[in-house]
């Protein structure tokens, strides 16, 4: 019997559910996300696999956790976080991209996911950052905007957020020109524009229809929170109250100056009220509390108005959960206003500091007189609370414990550090590719993320006249998710994350590492999903895929070996159709196409593994020669939003040619036929 679902407060619910496609969505094409604080194993395991939908568990399943992510991932256009440089460190795979945002001063504090399938594409914009804490046990909000051919939501929303999107990756690079990471960002943010750009409404139809979303970025050259605010407020009346949540202010001992614009945007005449919701605990054994805000929020109240009034209410929170979510929340008889996402009530947060930090935040705009259930239904959204009297039993502590908006004691990688990129040839050398904007510290030397050994330094660089690029070979098997710097004077060392030049230059996992032939044509002649198929191989290759082997490869067992060749000469044909009509299917991205010629369950694994168990060169030839025949007969489907079917077949044109420089040479003792069949293929294939 199915368990009953448990029922859900109105206007609460699971982040993490939002990274899971909806019905008719598509195929995924690419996720970038952006976070302050970060967990890259809850980014890779939980909203990775609930983006792409895994089905096996990273605990339970491992090796066949590892390939069904691998294949996944690799058919991504980009799959990336940008995170502040206070917290942009971490193992990973590096089949997504770890990207560290180095304002000079401020913070990257925007917390904005976009996923984009072939017919959605999907914004989620809230106060949770990226970690276990941020989706699981902190109280948070968030809001989520779905366009889609037919939607209704005002398209601007989304090419506001590819703009904002775009000028926050561009704090990655601080060398000149770009990054491949970077390069894949915005690759991503230009197909979303380029598909998506009618997958909405305009504002004017939204404002029309009495209710309007629009996304409010604060930073480095953005107006305020509350100008933006005050922007988008109707003519008119201005608003009588606002209520705010955050759980970090500025310092006591300042002027509180979100407060006194946040009154500013209240009308000047007659009654008007500001209620702020903030978490707090009691004190002790005494009959008083402590409320979570400085006191300096009452005195920025409007002085020699008897009819304005500031109100305190306490959050009532869960036990062993904390007060994270941030919104501010504006009313009047008619339009009210709530703006959410990540900006705490605080100078920095709201644009008003000269140094502010990056902020996304969403404002829903609402005419009640249309709507007049709108009061309801957002203020089940807002934190439930209980009125604080403020008498002598209350005592003011704004919270100081990981305070969002303060530098964080970490040593930061100095800006001369660029990029580091790790390549790899088609002979499988491995490089890493370092970029320099300046000149390093002195005694600065690489660290191996696992056991602190040397790998680079000073001295090498400087025996290449210091260059802004150099290329450092790598001999170990496993990329590097990152480096540690260390030079002299530093107190701890600094992270260096490492991406790559392309997903193609990954090496699989060791489990699809020269599969052999009878696993592959199992593979391509399955409907089933690759990880499925090799769940089971996996599960019987300590007992069963020596002896499997040996049948297939051993000339002395006592067999019918012509017997064997025919029925292995048809199984490989049926792969080969199996493997044709795979490659006809359309796709979403020339990644995915990759991993279906290239990948190491494709046409070029395939080839290799015709080469190593093929008894003979005429057999090698032959059976190359029918691959190529096969592929050169394929017809992409074309369908809307996928690679267009010449460039599909551009690049299986070019595995072809691949192919026919791996066909061995046959020689006149060769039976006529086959060398008259290469021959006539090789005629038919050619450019």
């Not at 005694?443 to 802004?468: C, K, V, Y």
């Not at 004077?489 to 060791?510: H, I, Q, S, T, Y």
């Not at 292995?568 to 196409?593: D, G």
């Not at 996928?642 to 299986?652: G, K, L």
Request: hydrophobic share 40%; proline share 8%; aromatic share 8%.
């Amino acid at each position: 019997m199915a368990k009953k679902k448990t029922e859900q407060k109105p206007g609460y619910g699971k982040i993490l559910e939002a990274w899971v496609a909806p019905e008719n969505a598509g195929d995924p094409v690419g996720v970038i996300a952006t976070s302050f604080t970060f967990s890259p194993k809850f980014f890779e395991e939980e909203c990775l696999t609930s983006f792409l939908q895994l089905e096996s568990d990273p605990s339970e399943d491992g090796p066949v956790y590892l390939i069904e992510r691998e294949e996944k991932l690799a058919q991504l256009s980009c799959a990336a976080a940008l995170v502040d440089q206070h917290h942009c460190r971490g193992l990973r795979s590096l089949r997504w991209d770890l990207m560290a945002t180095r304002m000079p001063k401020g913070l990257q504090h925007a917390k904005v996911s976009l996923l984009y399938w072939s017919n959605l594409v999907r914004l989620i914009v809230g106060s949770a950052n990226l970690t276990d804490d941020g989706y699981r046990r902190n109280l948070e909000v968030f809001g989520v905007l779905d366009f889609r051919e037919d939607g209704q939501v005002p398209i601007s929303c989304l090419l506001d957020t590819l703009a904002f999107l775009r000028i926050a990756a561009s704090y990655s690079s601080v060398a000149s020109g770009s990054s491949p990471p970077l390069e894949r960002w915005n690759g991503l943010l230009d197909r979303v524009a380029t598909d998506c750009s009618q997958w909405g409404v305009s504002d004017k139809d939204a404002r029309g229809a009495g209710v309007l979303v629009r996304p409010v970025f604060s930073g480095p050259g953005q107006a305020s929170v509350f100008k933006s605010m005050q922007g988008l407020w109707p003519g008119g009346s201005p608003p009588e109250t606002g209520h705010v949540v955050s759980p970090f202010f500025d310092t006591p001992e300042t002027e509180n100056a979100p407060a006194r614009e946040l009154w500013s945007l209240l009308r000047q005449r007659g009654d008007a009220e500001v209620h702020f919701h903030v978490s707090g605990e009691e004190i002790g054994t005494e009959d008083g509390v402590f409320l979570h805000a400085p006191e300096s929020l009452l005195h920025a109240q409007p002085p020699g108005r008897p009819s304005v009034s500031t109100t305190f209410s306490r959050v009532i929170i869960p036990d062993g959960r904390s007060l994270h979510a941030k919104g501010i929340l504006l009313d009047s008889s008619r339009w009210i206003a709530y703006l959410i996402g990540s900006s705490n009530f605080t100078s920095a947060g709201t644009g008003l500091s000269q140094h502010p930090n990056l902020e996304a935040n969403l404002v829903y705009l609402v005419d009640t007189n249309r709507f007049p259930n709108a009061r309801r239904l957002l203020g089940q959204t807002f934190p439930d609370s209980e009125p604080v009297d403020l008498d002598d039993r209350v005592k003011w502590k704004p919270r100081t414990e990981d305070n969002e908006d303060e530098v964080i004691d970490t040593t930061l990688l100095p800006l001369c550090f660029g990029s580091a990129t790790y390549d790899c040839n088609d002979k499988h050398e491995a490089t890493i590719r370092l970029v320099f904007s300046g000149t390093p510290p002195a005694g600065w030397e690489l660290l191996a993320d696992g056991d602190n050994q040397r790998i680079w330094g000073e001295p090498e660089w400087q025996s290449l006249h210091s260059p802004t690029e150099c290329v450092v070979e790598w001999h170990t098997p496993r990329p590097p998710a990152g480096f540690w710097v260390r030079w002299k004077g530093c107190d701890a060392a600094a992270w260096w994350p490492v991406n790559v030049m392309a997903g193609n230059v990954l090496p699989p996992p060791e489990e699809l590492k020269h599969l052999p032939l009878e696993v592959l044509i199992n593979i391509l002649s399955s409907a089933r999903p690759l990880h499925r198929v090799l769940k089971e191989y996996l599960k019987r290759r300590p007992n069963q895929d020596s002896n499997a082997n040996n049948v297939l490869i051993d000339p002395h067992k006592r067999v019918d070996t012509r017997q064997f060749l025919l029925q292995r000469t048809r199984r490989i044909s049926w792969a080969l159709n199996a493997l044709r009509k795979r490659l006809e299917r359309p796709v979403v991205t020339i990644e995915f196409l990759q991993w279906r010629l290239r990948g190491p369950v494709g046409v070029i694994a395939l080839a290799h593994a015709l080469l190593r168990e093929a008894r003979s060169e005429e057999e090698k030839a032959f059976l190359l020669t029918e691959l190529m025949l096969e592929l050169s007969r394929t017809k992409p489907e074309t369908r809307v939003g996928c690679v267009p079917a010449d460039i599909h077949r551009q690049e299986i044109a070019q595995v072809i040619g691949e192919l026919r420089d791996l066909v061995p040479p046959i020689g006149d003792q060769s039976p006529v036929n086959l060398r008259q069949y290469v021959a006539a293929v090789f005629e038919a294939v050619k450019p």
